[in-house]
């Protein structure tokens, strides 16, 4: 079994900061990409930003220059720091981890439960 488990999400205003978290725990034989998406109400869920098990990173043109992703492969950790928050940015955001499990065949995709940032103005 395979978990990714969020944290660090919460209300904060316009202009601020915040920082989430996700770590994958379970019976984990590799992790490829990371990434971070969110989904708005009323709106499809989105990438935010990935990065590779070497480092390469990805962001959504919306994000960049405010968001930074960053992971510590010793602890099957994924963070994202988010500063210079805007009201649109207010979604769930989920971790989305590809996986192989400990004597699997297969990369599968995983996804952590949600946690809600919300940007008030």
């Known amino acids: 079994q395979v978990q990714l488990v969020e944290s660090g999400g919460g209300l904060v205003q316009a202009g601020g900061s915040l920082r989430l978290s996700c770590a994958a725990s379970g019976s984990i034989f590799a992790i490829n990409v990371m990434g971070w998406y969110r989904q708005a109400p009323g709106k499809q869920r989105e990438l935010v930003a990935a990065i590779t098990s070497g480092g390469s990173t990805n962001y959504a043109d919306s994000v960049k220059g405010r968001f930074t992703i960053s992971r510590d492969n010793s602890k099957n950790t994924v963070y994202l720091q988010m500063n210079s928050l805007k009201p649109e940015d207010t979604a769930v955001y989920y971790c989305?981890?590809?996986?192989?499990?400990?004597?699997?065949?297969?990369?599968?995709?995983?996804w952590g439960q949600g946690t809600q940032v919300t940007v008030s103005s």
């Open positions: 989305n981890a590809d996986i192989v499990r400990l004597g699997a065949r297969r990369m599968l995709d995983y």
